[in-house]
C-alpha cells in the first residue's frame, strides 16, 4: 500500500506479449490487501523480478 502524497515507480524491460486479449471473468472479484488473509501475504514478498533492495526505503 503507498501513502499518500507522490509516489514514483519506474522500470526498464523488454515484454513479449502475443498480442492475444486477456481472458475476462465478470464474476472476478478484487480485494483490497488489508483484507487478505494472513498465509496470502507471502505472495506479495519482493521477487527476483524487482530490485526490492532499490525499492526497500519507499516501500
Known amino acids: 500500500m503507498a501513502p499518500k502524497g507522490q ?3 519506474s522500470t526498464d524491460a523488454v515484454v513479449k506479449d502475443s498480442g492475444a ?3 475476462i471473468i465478470p464474476t472476478a472479484v478484487q480485494h483490497a490487501v ?3 488473509p494472513e498465509e496470502t501475504l507471502v505472495f506479495l514478498l519482493g521477487s ?10 519507499i516501500a
Open 34 to 36: 488489508q483484507d487478505l
Open 48 to 57: 527476483r523480478y524487482c530490485e526490492t533492495d532499490r525499492l526497500l526505503q
Open 7 to 9: 509516489f514514483r515507480l
Open 21 to 23: 486479449p486477456d481472458v
